[in-house]
Nanobody
Framework: QVHLVESGGGLVQAGGSLRLSCAASGRTFSMYSMGWFRQAPGKERAFVAS???????YYADSVKGRFTISRDNARKTVYLQMNSLKREDTAVYSC????????????????WGQGTQVTVSS
């Protein structure tokens, strides 16, 4: 079992930065692929980024070059550094984990956090 708790969301002006954190429970965090999805009002959940157990990152085209995903296995935490934020980045960001999957399909991840709100103002 993995329990995920996100933090770091908030209100930021366009062009600004935020760093999201996702703290995980469980002894085998280092074996899990981790990721982030987001859901804006009235829109479907969308893949943002993921990182495999070995540290290979993947990004949605919309965030490439602006967002960076990383993990600290000793702290059992995954991070999402978000730079050059745009209004369209406004959404609830959720952390995900899975032992066997690191792709873009939300239903394929076994564990989800509660989410943290990110609001980008103009």
């Amino acid at each position: 079992q993995v329990h995920l708790v996100e933090s770091g969301g908030g209100l930021v002006q366009a062009g600004g930065s935020l760093r999201l954190s996702c703290a995980a429970s469980g002894r085998t965090f280092s074996m899990y692929s981790m990721g982030w999805f987001r859901q804006a009002p009235g829109k479907e959940r969308a893949f943002v980024a993921s990182i495999t157990w070995s540290g290979t990152p993947y990004y949605a085209d919309s965030v490439k070059g602006r967002f960076t995903i990383s993990r600290d296995n000793a702290r059992k935490t995954v991070y999402l550094q978000m730079n050059s934020l745009k209004r369209e980045d406004t959404a609830v960001y959720s952390c995900v984990a899975d032992l066997n999957y690191s792709g873009t399909i939300p239903g394929s991840y076994g564990y989800w956090g509660q989410g943290t709100q990110v609001t980008v103002s103009s």
